[in-house]
């Protein structure tokens, strides 16, 4: 319910006749949600930045820039309200989330926050994301705030009454009902055993240049400490060691020991470089799978890089953006998905930042991936909610495909996800830990994967047709010969 107020807000502005008020509404209400949400950007690690102090004006910039997308919906949803006549009840829902999409598009793409990852911890609900993605889940959430907003504004009518049924008749089916999409026949079954390494190496530790065979032997050691359990594969965060792993002969070396000692490939994240003509180097964000016997037998480079963090954006529009260092790794995109073989599964690596989008894991369902794996180092931000915002949403991931996914972070969140979109194998942050489960087999494809993000679409659609009926109307007024402008 808490699009109620702004909503109840914005027909009182419409009531008034005061449209120009409604940006200013939306941008308010926004500015102050990223800033209490994304509160985690003015708590990063030093380690994760050069100027320390520009973690405080990015907070504020970063909510200042992000509170426009509401500001936008607001404005619509009142220009709607004065101009067509749609009371903001229907308005606000349909703008809500053509904001939200116009939000995750594009080089600055970010949808984290978005309204339908609230209900990650709701089986229920989340089963809805395999018809439409989690815009759909947004849908429900800003329906039953639609018949909310509507029930308020006619508490004293039989409207009101009616728009307070309806909410409960929205919420109830929606929570009942989604059971109905993951029927009891395709019930978890046992796949493949895996086992997944949280090494907790603090970033002072790994990017110092100084402890790269430390670093290198934890992790040697805790694979060990998992093979008793007899995985068919073990799993490795994100950069794992800090170093070139592929490209640092003493590293490798260990590594394929192990692998080749023991039959049990390891997949592991690792910063890789390539030679240019030029005598620079490419540097990218990578991973790949270390077969018994074989060596590396495929590598996948993270494509959706995070702005600020790994690349600057734009630099397309101006190349010398990349020369500014505030500490962010200068990665260059991969340019294709990639999936790696490993113990009979096709595997889609979601590297960190990744997994909050939901594309690439659909792309690569309908490419015959088998598994989703989530590789991540989110111990740049300490102890914050962050931790927990990044992991919930990569739930979806598993429920939009109706594939397993396995998390393996450096200092966690580390779990499994079901194909019901179930958490199971959570544990603590910034501790060891060696995790072995069995992972669920992939389930049919649902529909989400065939359709994408048909919701985002739709409510895109639906708002760019009411800007131009507005648009046309305006005209109209403006002409001599229209009888309204006498």
């Not at 009454?161 to 309806?166: K, N, R, V």
């Not at 111990?379 to 393996?408: D, I, K, N």
């Not at 507005?470 to 006498?486: G, I, N, Q």
């Amino acid at each position: 319910m808490a699009l109620v107020p702004l909503g109840v807000a914005l027909e009182r502005r419409a009531a008034a006749g005061d449209r120009a008020k409604g940006f200013g509404l939306g941008y308010l209400a926004g500015f102050v949600f990223f800033l209490a949400g994304l509160h985690w950007i003015a708590f990063l690690k030093p380690v994760a930045v050069t100027i320390h102090w520009i973690m405080y004006p990015s907070w504020v910039a970063a909510a200042a820039y992000l509170g426009v997308y509401p500001g936008l919906a607001c404005w619509a949803a009142l220009t709607f309200r004065r101009r067509l006549g749609i009371p903001i009840a229907v308005a606000l829902p349909v703008t809500w989330l053509a904001a939200e999409k116009l939000r995750s598009m594009g080089e600055l793409g970010f949808p984290w926050l978005s309204l339908g990852y609230t209900q990650w911890s709701w089986t229920n609900i989340l089963q809805w994301a395999s018809i439409g993605g989690v815009a759909l889940v947004g849908a429900w959430i800003v329906a039953v705030n639609g018949c909310l907003i509507a029930a308020w504004l006619g508490r004293r009518t039989k409207t009101g009454a009616y728009a307070l049924a309806a909410a409960s008749v929205v919420w109830t089916v929606a929570f009942t009902e989604g059971s109905l999409l993951y029927p009891e026949r395709l019930e978890s079954i046992p796949g493949p055993r895996v086992a997944l390494i949280q090494g907790n190496v603090p970033g002072e530790v790994k990017w110092s240049g100084k402890h790269q065979v430390e670093v290198l032997n934890k992790f040697l050691a805790l694979t060990r400490q998992a093979l008793p359990e007899r995985p068919s594969l073990v799993i490795w965060p994100e950069t794992a060691t800090g170093s070139y792993l592929r490209r640092d002969l003493p590293s490798l070396v260990a590594v394929l020991n192990l692998v080749d000692s023991t039959g049990v490939p390891i997949l592991a994240g690792y910063p890789d470089y390539q030679p240019r003509p030029d005598g620079t180097y490419r540097i990218s964000n990578a991973a790949g799978v270390f077969a018994p016997h074989i060596g590396l037998t495929g590598q996948y480079e993270k494509m959706h890089l995070v702005p600020f963090g790994e690349r600057l954006p734009f630099q397309w529009l101006f190349p010398g953006l990349g020369k500014l260092d505030f500490g962010q790794a200068e990665f260059a995109p991969g340019d294709s998905l990639v999936l790696l073989d490993a113990a009979g599964q096709r595997a889609c690596v979601l590297v960190c930042f990744e997994s909050i989008f939901p594309d690439a894991p659909r792309r690569a369902r309908q490419r015959g991936a088998t598994l989703l794996v989530n590789i991540t180092n989110d111990e740049w931000f300490g102890r914050t909610g962050a931790l927990y915002q990044h992991a919930a949403m990569s739930v979806f991931r598993a429920v939009e495909t109706r594939l397993p996914l396995a998390r393996c972070a450096n200092t966690g969140l580390t779990f499994f996800v079901d194909t019901r979109g179930r958490i199971f194998d959570n544990g603590g942050v910034f501790v060891e830990r060696v995790v072995v489960d069995h992972l669920d087999r992939p389930h049919p494809a649902p529909p989400y994967v065939r359709l994408g993000d048909w919701p985002g679409a739709l409510v895109l659609a639906l708002t760019l047709a009411g800007v131009l009926a507005c648009a046309v109307r305006v005209k109209k007024r403006a002409s001599p010969l229209h009888p309204e402008s006498s």
